[in-house]
Structures are given as C-alpha cells and as structure tokens.
C-alpha cells in the first residue's frame, strides 16, 4: 500500500449503531414520502407530455424575449449547453385548440387529444422562428421534442414496471444464493434506495424522465452489487467462526470489506463527477442521482440489509452450506 | 488457478487481438483496410448523430372503419335483387359498426332479415384466406330488421398487420425515394411506426409528407360557372363535389373518379420549357387505355387532378391523349415537386399516421455531446488508473492495463453486435470505467489479507482469486440482472445504455479475473517478488 492512511484494519461497532440507523433512515424515508405526496416528481416530457425546446443564446434570443414571444403559458429557463455556451430552454403543454388552425377544429376528440402537442409544436417552431429569424434547417433549435399523452403514459408504467421487475428478479436471485432473511435484508435495503432517491428528485425538482429511471435502475445494480460483497463475507464468515454471536461475525465482516467499499465507491465517484462536471446538461441529472446513489447504496448496504440480517437471524447448518456454495473455477 | 498453460495464453491474446480488430473502425478509417477486417464502428444514437426521431401509430379505428367501407359497397350490391332495387337503407359505417337497416324485408313474405343475412354471408370469409381460419366479418341480426356487421379481434389484427406493413412501405417511398439514405423505417407492436433519420433538421418536412393520404384521382368536372356559383350559395349539385385548388379557383368535381391511384406507374419531378419545376407521371397499361377512352369521350372538356381533395391542376382537354404520360405544371419550388412525386408514386395511405413522439436534436448539439463525454471519459480513466497505482502500486497498474484492455473490448462488442451508441450509453462506459476495478479491488484486498497472515505472493495470489470469485459473479450477475430488464423494457437511449452497461460487465469481469491474473503470474514468473508492496 502506497498511501499509508488508507484505512487497511478498522473496527467500527456498525451493528451497536444499527438503531440510530434505522431512526435515520425513517426519518428520510418520511420525509421523502411526504415530498412526493407535497410536492411530487418534476416529471420531464417522457413522462408528463408536452413539449421541450432548446434554442441557444444569442443578443436577441434572451430568456425574457423568448418568454414575452410565447403565445401560450410556457416554462422560459436558461441553462448551460453542452459546450458550455448558454441556452434557452423553453417548456410547455399544449395550446388552447382556438390557436391551432382550422384543420385542428375539424379533428374527433380523440384526434386532438392526440394530435394537440404536436401541433402545438408547429406552431412554437413557426412563431419563434417569425419572431427571431430562426431556422430550424440551420439548427437553430437545438433540441425539439414533443411527446404525446399516450406515449408519456407507456413510458411512465414500463418505466414503474422495470424497476418492479427489476426488484423481484434480484429478490429470488438473493434467495437462491443465500437465504430468504438475505434477500429480505436486500430487497429492504433497494426499497429504501429507491424511495429516499425519488425524494432527493422531489426536493431538489431535478426533471425526472426516462433517464432518471435508467439512473434508478443503475443504483439499484450498485446496491445490490455492495450488498451482495458484504452478504458473501458474511456468510463466509459465520461459516468460519461458528462459537462468534452474530453481531460480532457481522462487524468482523463489515470492516474488512470496508477498505473495498470505500475504494470502489471512491473510484465510481470519480468518474461520475467527471460525467457530472463535464458530460453537459444532458447527464447532469443522471450523474447527480448515481453519485447520490453511491453514497445512499454504500450506507443501506450496512446498515439496512446487514442490520436485517443480523435481526431476522441467520442458520448455516451443514446441508444449507453445502445448498449455497456455487461457482468453484471459472 | 494460476497455471497458464500456452493454449490459455493464446486463447486471451486471440480475444484481446480480435477486440483490437473490431474496435479499431472507430478510431481510424478502415477505408483502405483489407477485406477481412471490419470496417465500420459504432452506430451512433440520433442523440449524439444530431435528427429527427418520429414514433407514429395506425389507427386501429380508421383501419377498420376503411374495411367497412369497402364492405358496405358489396353489400349494396349483394342486397340489389332484380325485382326490387331497394329493400335496405344505404348501410353506414358507425365506427366499427356497418349498419343494414332493410326497410320492406317482409314486403313479398319471402324475403326476410335472416334471407338478407344469409345472402351477406357470401360475403364473409376466412382472415387471410385460410381454410377453417376466423372469420373475416361477424355479421348478426341486430334488431327486428337491422344486420350489425362487426370486425372480430382476430380479423383485426390481420387487418392492422396488412395496414402496417402497406404503410411502412409507403412511409420508405415517400420519406427515400431514391431508397439512398440512411433512414430507418421500424415497426413497434401490432400499430407503430418509429421513424429515424439521422442527420435531418427538420421534422416538419418529414411530418408533412407523411400527413397526406395520397389519394391520387383524375376526374372530370363540371366547370360551368351556373353551378359553381349555386355550389358556393350551399346547393352541391349531386354526384359533385366542390373542390378547390390555388391555380385553378372552386371546382365542381364528379365524384366517381375516371383514374386512381392505383393506375399510376410512377411520378418524377421534372422541368418544363421554361425550366419551371413540374412534376411528370406515367400510367400503367390499364390507366393509359382508360385516360385515352376518358379524354376521348370527353374532347373539349375540362378535367381535373385531385390530389386529397385539393385541385392540383384542371387541364382542358384539346384531344384524346395516348400513352399515358401526364405531367402537373404550377407554382411549387423544386423540393416540393420533389416531395409530391414521391407522395404520388408511393400511393395512398391504408388509413391516416398519428404522431406520438417526435425528437429532434440538432447536428450540432450531438457533436457537442460526443466532445463532452469523450473528455469525461478520460478524465475518469485517468483519474482511477492515479488511484488505482497509488493504492495497489504494482497490481493496480496491472489492474489499469485490463481497464484499458476492458476499454477496447466494449467497443469491440459495441461495434460487433451493431450496437448503437447513445448519450446515456456514454456515461455507462464512463460508469463502467470507475466499477471496473471492483472485480480487481476485491481480489487485491483478498491478496493482502492473505499476505497479511504471512503467505507468499504465490499462495496469496492463488487464495486471493479463489475467494472473491463467487463474490465477483453475485455481484455481477445482480447488475446484468438489472441492465437486462433495463433493455427489455426501456426505450432509445436507455436502451442503449443498457447495452453498454451489459456489454461492459461482461467484459470488465474477462478483464479484471482473468487478464490482470495473468499479467500478475507473468510478473510472478519473471521478477519473482519477494511480496506484493500492497
């Protein structure tokens, strides 16, 4: 080891502070159900319809500008692109049917309901492009995408439906491998992964869209990955120790993964403050809920899933032993 | 564990030389390559491509009232018996309904609503023609003289599926006509259409030529200015209808058309005399001979070409006209004539496109994008390989030797399975890069522990990897796990993110467990090391 101060044998007592944990992680949880019930999601296009802009800043094309051009009820923002340069991003629903030209009027119900953001689009590309002699040839708006309501439902209950399955499939996964208290222990920990990430999108209204379940997903991977690490040392651990109290067997393993914890946290981190500093707009919000993630992940990993764990009890007899042990050389 | 013998040695070289050969279109241009070699490297998402992405759906409704419509037509004539012309209302489609009211079905005594019935069953037929398949129609007597005629599920689906795959084609020939460029024309589910084009700024374009029916006629016209003006004042004269055009003013067109669609043989954009554009089309045999009977017939006439109820042009006719050649002069720019000729060639739509999604982004930006995440890339991979070297020295640069293999490797499957690369798919590689060396990390704290108690770098290295195996494969198998269901059900670019993330665990596990152990027995062997300085 070339840094001397990396913690290589620590000690800490986790499971004496599994309660003051579990407090903590009520309270968050509380909270983050009460944000989504208060204030609920930011839900981006993917998910709420409608349609988002991207121009880029120019003399003329301003935030107010822009915002005094709109002939409907529209979100103005700036916003920083990709290459650093300032843009303007513009958000808005559909407009009132009066506006949307005389073939609209001729539509059925359902036709309109379908049709209205995408010709409430054609309408902002025209009226903004009037306005500041844009052209959408040349690429003057930078980004233009507009989702109809059927679509943002889909979207919505696949994305619900991925992290549903996503859950159960590692639930079973866990119970395979190890035992059912394991997976409980696991899938409480996800849960809470889960639950308190949607709260930080609350709380800092940070856009929730495709992407964000995606990044969800990704926490959930990783998670479940840190979980898994400490679950093995346990296991391996109450094997070799048979006379040690659980609560001791579970803190001897906690510590010596922990040098493995933090270093790859540390180097995931890494690269997602790279990402997050220097990926754009785009991946901002993504980047920010993984580097979230990481920290929530490494944390519940100690002190759900172990804590679970050592709660519920665990029984290695022999046969079990002999169940669990998989893959011997690759 | 740490034996390699030359069989294993060379079987690693081979993978890591093959991920060489297929990552390497991405970095330099293959062009001149010999033929073996693959040339092309990673697709790029519409997100970091810069275009127009189009998610459009068939109406199960209009696809099934259009069936009706067709079907009410032969019901009229199957109803039509010589002896009393009219025994029925004109059926009408109701939504997907077909509605046949009889109004003297028991007028001789021996025509009755379950005769008409039986008589409309001729119609009926297997979906797709299969023998003993489901029945095209449902036909039931609905009231004491009413027959409700209804499309069943089974027929339906077959209806959308024929409507699907005659629109793609459609859809191909109006947006490519030239069938050169890169767009990609897909179907999604039973209904859907997702349209991508790479490099276009405009969706309007595409919208617009998308939006027509295309329903191409020839008709004749009753241009008298008497009954035009009675037409204007609410009084159509029946059989007309009145349609208007910008060169050509209000028209009383008949509604039977003399040509349709279906007698066109093709459209091209041409140029007139005076170098105007304009477009040219041919008929088929069958359109010719009717166009040269039609023209004769009619000598010192007027007609008019309807292109979806809008009057394109309304020649006079001089002389009947052989051969079948038609051209439409008037006020259009060259693309639209362009466009218009492929609306015309391509033919009409089976029932109208609704569009569900549309994105666009600009070339621009996605270049922009590329930059970001390529800078972003290196920077992690930089600042994890200092952090791997400062913390495991030797091994940890080994380790950074297999994340650089690991690097070329996701390229490598990216470009070998025809993955497409997306924006989130970036920061999955980048993400790969931090999580990489977690395979590495667990079995280097294993080392050391094992070192700990006073092994050799030999027994340590052996123990070290044996122990953190079924931890290395738990915890990717639960990330796989997750990437999979990520790909099942997620959309565009996180799908692509998906696959990055897939293909990276895979190949960050071959790396971390098996390259960096034998560049670690390779040292072991060569500078025999008294310990590991970890």
Redesign the interface.
């Known amino acids: ?3 001397k101060y ?1 913690p ?1 044998r620590t000690n800490v007592p986790f499971m004496n502070m599994r309660i003051a944990g579990a407090l903590f992680s009520m309270i968050l949880i509380a909270a983050s159900a009460f944000l989504l019930g208060t204030r609920g999601l930011n839900f981006g296009v993917d998910f709420a319809g409608g349609t988002v802009m ?1 121009l880029a800043k120019t003399d003329t094309v301003t935030v107010p500008a822009v915002r005094a051009a709109m002939p409907i009820n529209a979100e103005v923002n700036s916003a920083r ?3 650093g340069r300032e843009i303007v991003v513009v958000k808005f629903g559909e407009a009132p049917p009066d506006l949307l030209g005389e073939d609209f009027q001729s539509l059925s119900d359902e ?1 309109k309901a ?2 209205a953001s ?1 010709a409430t ?2 309408l902002i ?1 025209q009226t903004l492009s009037d306005a500041f002699n844009l052209s ?13 309501p ?2 943002s439902k889909e ?1 919505f209950t ?2 619900i ?2 992290l549903i ?2 859950l159960a ?2 639930l079973v ?2 119970w395979f ?1 190890f035992q059912w208290q394991f997976s409980v222990g696991a899938i409480a920990a996800l849960a809470h992964d889960v639950i308190i990430t949607l709260g930080m999108f609350a709380l800092l209204r940070i856009e929730f869209n ?2 964000s ?2 990044a969800l ?2 926490i ?3 998670s ?3 979980t ?2 400490v ?3 346990i296991r ?1 651990d109450r094997r070799k120790y048979k006379k040690m109290p659980d609560r001791e067997v579970i803190d001897m393993s906690l510590n ?2 922990l ?2 914890t933090l ?2 946290s ?7 403050f ?2 997050y ?4 707009p ?2 901002q919000g ?2 920010f809920a ?1 580097i979230f993630g990481i920290f929530i992940g490494t944390y519940s990993s100690i002190f759900i899933a172990s804590a679970l764990v050592l709660s519920l009890g665990m029984d290695f007899t022999k046969k079990t032993v002999e169940e669990v ?6 | 564990m740490l034996q390699f013998p030359p069989w294993k040695i060379g079987l690693i070289a081979v993978i890591l030389l093959w991920g060489v050969v297929l990552a390497l279109p991405n970095v330099v241009n293959m062009s001149g390559a010999p033929g073996w070699m693959p040339k092309k490297g990673v697709n790029l998402g519409l997100d970091l491509q810069g275009g127009v992405y189009l998610m459009m759906e068939i109406e199960a409704d209009e696809v099934v009232a259009n069936r009706l419509d067709v079907l009410s037509r032969d019901v009229s004539s199957t109803l039509t018996t010589p002896q009393s012309d009219r025994i029925f209302n004109l059926p009408e489609v109701k939504g997907r309904e077909l509605v046949v009211r009889l109004t003297r079905p028991d007028a001789d005594g021996n025509f009755r609503t379950e005769d008409a019935l039986k008589r409309l069953q001729k119609l009926n037929g297997p979906v797709g023609g299969v023998i003993g398949g489901a029945q095209m129609y449902e036909m039931r007597i609905s009231g004491k003289d009413t027959i409700t005629i209804t499309v069943p599920q089974a027929a339906e689906e077959s209806l959308l599926k024929d409507a699907l795959n005659k629109t793609m084609t459609i859809v191909r020939r109006r947006v490519d006509p030239e069938g050169v460029s890169e767009i990609s024309i897909t179907p999604q589910g039973n209904n859907r259409i997702i349209l991508e084009a790479p490099g276009e700024p405009d969706p309007q374009r595409l919208k617009d030529l998308l939006n027509r029916d295309g329903r191409m006629t020839f008709n004749l016209v009753d241009s008298s200015p008497a009954a035009i003006q009675a037409a204007q004042a609410g009084a159509v004269k029946p059989g007309f209808r009145l349609l208007t055009g910008d060169e050509t003013g209000p028209l009383l067109v008949n509604n039977i058309p003399e040509i349709v669609g279906s007698d066109i043989a093709n459209a091209a954009q041409g140029f007139d005399e005076q170098n105007r554009p304009q477009i040219t089309f041919r008929l088929n045999g069958n359109g010719a001979r009717k166009f040269y009977e039609t023209t004769a017939k009619n000598t010192g006439k007027q007609f008019a070409i309807v292109l979806d109820d809008h009057v394109m042009s309304a020649p006079n006719i001089n002389e009947p006209i052989p051969g079948g050649n038609v051209r439409i002069t008037g006020n259009f720019t060259q693309q639209e004539a362009i466009d218009l000729a492929a609306i015309i060639e391509a033919g009409e739509m089976p029932a109208k496109l609704q569009f569900l999604d549309q994105r666009t982004v600009s070339p621009t930006l996605g270049q922009d994008s590329i930059n970001a995440g390529y800078t972003a890339a290196l920077i992690g991979l930089a600042a994890v390989a200092v952090f791997m070297v400062l913390i495991y020295g030797t091994l940890g640069f080994f380790a950074v030797l297999s994340l650089s293999c690991n690097i070329i490797l996701i390229f490598a499957g990216l470009s070998g399975v025809g993955a497409t690369l997306t924006l989130p798919g970036i920061a999955g590689i980048i993400l790969t890069i931090g999580m990489a060396v977690d395979a590495n990390v667990l079995v280097f704290e294993r080392i050391r522990e094992e070192q700990g108690e006073g092994r050799s770098p030999w027994t340590a290295t052996q123990a070290g990897y044996e122990r953190a195996l079924s931890t290395i494969m738990d915890a990717n198998i639960t990330t796989l796990i997750a990437a999979t269901i990520l790909y099942l059900l997620g959309s565009g670019p996180v799908k692509g993110f998906a696959v990055t993330l897939s293909i990276g665990i895979v190949t960050s596990v071959f790396t971390a467990y098996v390259v960096t152990r034998m560049i670690t027995v390779g040292y072991m062997k060569l500078l025999k090391p008294k310990r590991f300085g970890i």
């Open positions: 080891m070339l840094i990396w290589e991207e692109g990709t290459d036709q379908e049709r995408g689009n054609e590309v959408v040839e040349n690429g003057d708006f930078l980004r233009n995408d507009s989702v109809g059927k679509v979207l696949d994305g439906t991925a399955v996503a499939m590692m996964y866990i491998r495709l992407t379940i995606a997903l990704t959930i991977g990783y479940m990955n840190d898994v690490v679950f093995d040392r391996e010596t993964t040098s493995r270093l790859t540390g180097t995931t981190l890494i690269s997602l790279a990402i500093f220097l990926g754009g785009v991946l993504m980047s993984l042990q998989g893959f011997t050389g690759v």
